[in-house]
């Protein structure tokens, strides 16, 4: 949950309310939600009924909400067994893939990592030992919508959360992130302050 100071939250910009802004919902999935889950995130389960709260509010306001879900290969550069720094986790096709069955699911799923990249954004995935960079559906679907402006919420907030918001801004949309529903890996211990710093310095709204 947040550990962000006070200093660093600021109200919903106004954009949070337009129907050209959609919620983000990222990787609400059992291997990060469920504490059997491989890769448990501290405080997953709390997020689910947090990102539920967001989802609710954002379907009564008619925004778009979608949904990312990590998707990889059962061998990949990305997990640690193969060359990289993360426990196996969402296999596709397995229990731990799947988006945790508390979640009220109202829009479309983009996966991510589908070719054994990494899929830390939910907008593009990167071949690890190529270094080659390819989109998921999301941008599209924004742009199918007309949307302008993000709220991005989900697992994990010092990865996946950020790397999206990161991204979104990097396309010229107007990106919230509420701190409220989501939580940290702290893979390195200060990973979420250091998060949180890296997103208001790029121009990330902090809520929650
Ligand atoms: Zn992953």
Redesign the pocket.
């Known amino acids: 949950m947040s550990q962000i100071a006070d200093s660093t939250t600021e109200p919903a910009p106004a954009s949070n309310t337009d129907p050209t802004s959609a919620l983000v919902v990222v990787d609400v999935q059992n291997d990060f939600a469920d504490p059997d889950g491989s890769l448990f995130v501290q405080g997953g389960t709390e997020v689910v009924s947090a990102t539920n709260a967001a989802i609710d509010a954002a379907a009564e306001r008619g925004q778009l909400i979608v949904y990312t879900q ?1 998707w ?1 290969p059962p061998e990949t550069p ?1 997990f640690i067994d193969h060359g990289g720094v ?1 426990p196996t ?2 296999v596709r096709d397995t229990w731990g893939a799947e988006l945790h069955p508390d979640l009220r699911i109202a829009g479309p799923v983009v996966r991510k ?1 589908t070719g054994g990249e990494d ?1 830390y954004s939910g907008f593009s995935m990167r071949d690890v030992n190529t270094g080659t960079e390819s989109p998921t559906e999301l941008a599209a679907i924004l742009d199918e919508h007309q949307v302008t402006a993000i709220t991005v919420v989900g697992l994990a907030f010092d990865v996946c959360v950020k790397a999206t918001a990161l991204d979104g801004v990097a396309r010229g949309l107007d990106v919230t992130v509420d701190v409220g529903a989501s939580a940290s890996v702290e893979l390195t211990e200060g990973d979420h302050d250091r998060a949180a710093t890296e997103l208001t310095a790029a121009g990330v709204h902090l809520i929650g």
């Open positions: 990590d990889h990305h993360w986790h969402c990592g899929g």
